[in-house]
């Protein structure tokens, strides 16, 4: 619900749980007030817009101690801004009084409308048609502002969500001037806080190490943080939570927190000012940035979500999991409604692709239980290793003489779904498709093309590349019966010479949104994951065109369970694609039980990686009663709300809560990530049972563990019971209520 009193000029955009309140000020510009729980639930008092405090200390020299929606460089703004352009010539000189400094690098956006209702789309927003869950219509707020002196409006667009509490912003820019604007510096949303001690959560890492937590206290200066590979990035994730220094925990406190919906070089911002108070943005990261918006000619950027919540680290990650569950991830009617058991070779095969060595996975894949089979590298063109074959998207006769069909027409008949990795953006130097356009890569004239794990990125500011590869795909899925890509993308663009110029930044991303759009408008059965090596583009803007993400290449279970409790402090664990693979893991060497790896890998989408084919009967049958499990806990796991109950590095033991909708089920997933022997075994106070219901604790085997009744569990706790802090020690259990 959006209020606004017209006598105030204020608006409060209430949630569920929380309030947003702006107002214009006499000046006309956008004040941001402030964003808190509410007091009492769900509504606003009679006379909320009375008597709001009024900020009376206004520097002249500075805007510190105003909080502006949405700053612009120039005027008295001396911090951190959301926005920077320029006017090439002066909209009027005083030649008596005033020298013609131009360009004009100042903006001075004012009030000039409002409206309240239906606000559309924010920019890159998927064009699929593609259904999302929810069918909830929801309204927003547009706010128009227009500069003082020439005719350059920005919208300020905000849409909300208000059961998630969640509040998605974007911002228009509209040139309506006789001349080009240039815009240096474009944030999607900025946010200002009052002074406090903010301690700031966000993720860091690397290839085989994404999403490691760091959490820090925000000093005086710019925090800043961000992506310039054109990709989201394997380094870091453009999310954040945020409180007061010691003021939150997993389950307790009051978080704010925020994210980009957008899979390009993006910068977040947190700067605590000289005055204590603290500037938030996110949007393009500022370096090469230049967008020149030509007379008549608008931009709409993706969006910045934020939220709030009162229920600590994890209350924060449910909001966000629920929002993306509801309102971003794609739900073709034609899908079934949980993430399928998934088979993938890669670690079995690499490069070397046999179809009998294939088919033999698949019939074991099948027995076991998978239910979609996916074949990665190798397949196409010239591809024997990664030195050749990028960008010849064919099915090569050396590899599979007979085709692709007899495989897929095995794996379907067997009845499991049949998937193919591919990497659109990519080119080897040694491929056909390089031979034939050696211009259709980034590059710089002159300059010797760089080259990462021996490939190129094609040049998406082409329409006539990003056309091809859409056709190359499209025919691959009319040839052949695929249900399912593993998009992957494997190199960073250090060298962005385009046909696009600088623009190339944010064309690149829609250029692969638009071939993913396009291809799952056509191909409405199709699933995609996302992958770039790894979790290097997990974000909301790929959100919403893809039902998975590949967390990481790192598939050994002790650094998952890092990886995906930092994966989880965002997005939704549905999502999260995990596999089961080698004893002796190839990534790290070393060797896991297989009970760990399951209980790990079965903390999201279960995915199976191992040679099937040369494991023992006894094995195989261990894996079948695993997945079978697997797929009687899967709705809790993939559907449920997730309570992030202990992190690793609390006590040594990851343990997450699932809780079904209505209390019914619930599942408890304990991971041991380093020995913590001669410790107390934590005792674990679940969350949202039935308190008067007696539930009923099973482990994979089906084997009863004991009963307890949820007020117990709530108010006692479960203790663990074969847990003695002992290394690898994991446990998967299913709590159920049952008849007392
Ligand atoms: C990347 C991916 C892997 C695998 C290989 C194939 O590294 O992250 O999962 O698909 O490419 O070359």
Redesign the pocket.
Known sequence: MIHYHADSRTFALLGKASVYQIRISEKGEVEHLGYCSLPQANDLPRNWDRHIPTRTIRPTSSHQSFQCEYPAFGDTSLNDVALKVSFPKAARIDPATEAPHEPVRDARLRYAGHEIGSVGDPGFAPKHGLPVRSKSPRTGLKIRLKDELYPFYVTLFYRLTPEHDIIERWVELENACEHPVEVEKLAFASLSLDAFHWEITHVSGGWCREFQIERHTLHTGRFVWGSQAIITGLSTNPFFLLNQSGGATESVGEVLFGALAYSGNWEISAEVQERGGLRLSGGYHSLDFRMSLAPGEKHRTPAMVWGRSSGGWSGASQQLHAWAQDYVLPRPATHAPYLPVLYNS?EVAYFNIKEEEQMALARKAAEVGVEMFCI??GWFGGRRD?KAGLGDWVVSKDILPRGLQPLIAEVHQLGMSFGL?V?PEMVNQDSDLYRAHPDWVLHFPGRARSEYRNQKLLDFGRPEVVAHILEQLDRLLQENKIDFF?W?M?RYATEPGSAAGRDIWYRHVAGVYGIMDELRRRHPHLSIES????GGRVDFGMMGRVEQF?AS?NTDAKHRILIQEGYSMAYPVRTMECWVTHERNHQTLSFLPLSLRFDCAMRGALGIGTPLNKITPEELEEYRRRIAFYKKIRPVIQDGILHRLERAEDRGTSVWQYMEAGGQRAVLSLLAHHAAMLKTPPRLRLHGLIADACYRLTDFTGQELGRASGWSLMTLGYSSLSNNGAENYSETILLEVCPE
């Open positions: 890669w990665d590298d990664s990795w990497e593993k992957d494997n992958c770039s090596s790894g590949w290449d």
